[in-house]
Nanobody, 124 residues
């Protein structure tokens, strides 16, 4: 089993920044594609960003491209989502996810493990 623990959510004004972190523990030796999804109030969970298991190459949803940066530390089994120029529409519960596959997917159902979620609220 794999456990994912997120941290770093909170309240920020529009235009501000936050960094979310996610640490994986348990059976992590093989590594994963790591991703972030978010669920705005009253909406479906949506893809935000993911990072390759092998190359560390990130991929972003169009809505966050240029504002969010995803990175990973292989030695610590941690990924960090740096979120800049935040907008009220970024308000959501953000979930870290891990995919045991080899290629990046943006599909929620392809991810095998999920964190408990962390709230990000952006005020206008």
């Amino acid at each position: 089993q794999v456990q994912l623990v997120e941290s770093g959510g909170g309240l920020v004004q529009a235009g501000g920044s936050l960094t979310l972190s996610c640490t994986a523990s348990g059976r992590t030796s093989r590594g994963f594609v790591m991703g972030w999804f978010r669920q705005p109030p009253g909406k479906e969970r949506e893809f935000v960003a993911a990072i390759s298991r092998i190359t560390g190459t990130p991929y972003y949803a169009d809505s966050v491209k240029g504002r969010f940066t995803l990175s990973r530390d292989y030695t610590k089994n941690t990924v960090a989502l740096q979120m800049n120029s935040l907008k009220p529409e970024d308000t959501a519960v953000y979930y870290c996810a891990a995919d045991t596959g080899d290629t990046i997917s943006i599909m929620r159902d392809d991810f095998d493990y999920w964190g408990q979620g962390t709230q990000v609220t952006v005020s206008s």
